[in-house]
C-alpha cells in the first residue's frame, strides 16, 4: 500500500523559511511534486521532481522556493524561502509515474499546513 507522509509545516513570519519533506512508502516514483490549496482556492501546483533530476516551478513561487529529491530514502524535499502570506495553504504531496503539472496524480499525501503571518 502505497502511503505519502509529509512533515515540516507550520507559521513563520512573512520572510521566513520553512522546509517540507515527504516521505513515500510502498513504491518509488518517477515524479514527486508539491501541490498547495489555500482556503477558497483551487489546488494550485507548486513544483515538481523527476528520478533524473528534472525540476519545474510554479510561477508564484518559482526563485522561492527549491525542491529535491533523495531517490535512496524515497523522499522528495521543499525548501520555501521568502515567504509571503499568500503562499498560506494546505502543502500536499503527490507521486505519479508520468511528468505532470496538474493535479491526475495517482498518490497524495494528507496534507501539511502553512501559515505565514504578515
Known amino acids: 500500500q502505497v502511503q505519502l507522509v509529509e512533515s515540516g509545516g507550520g507559521l513563520v513570519q512573512a520572510g521566513g523559511s520553512l522546509r517540507l519533506s515527504c516521505v513515500a512508502s510502498?513504491?518509488?516514483?518517477?515524479?514527486m511534486g508539491w501541490f498547495r490549496q489555500a482556503p477558497g482556492k483551487e489546488r494550485e501546483f507548486v513544483a515538481i521532481?523527476?528520478?533524473?533530476?528534472?525540476?519545474y516551478y510554479g510561477s508564484s513561487v518559482k526563485g522561492r522556493f527549491t525542491i529535491s529529491r533523495d531517490n535512496a530514502k524515497n523522499t522528495v524535499y521543499l525548501q520555501m524561502n521568502s515567504l509571503k502570506p499568500e503562499d498560506t495553504a494546505v502543502y500536499y504531496c503527490?507521486?505519479?509515474?508520468?511528468?505532470?503539472?496538474?493535479?491526475?496524480?495517482?498518490?497524495w499525501g494528507q496534507g501539511t499546513q502553512v501559515t505565514v503571518s504578515s
Open positions: 521532481s523527476t528520478t533524473g533530476g528534472r525540476t
Open positions: 510502498g513504491g518509488s516514483f518517477y515524479a
Open positions: 503527490a507521486a505519479n509515474n508520468i511528468f505532470l503539472t496538474t493535479d491526475d496524480y495517482d498518490y
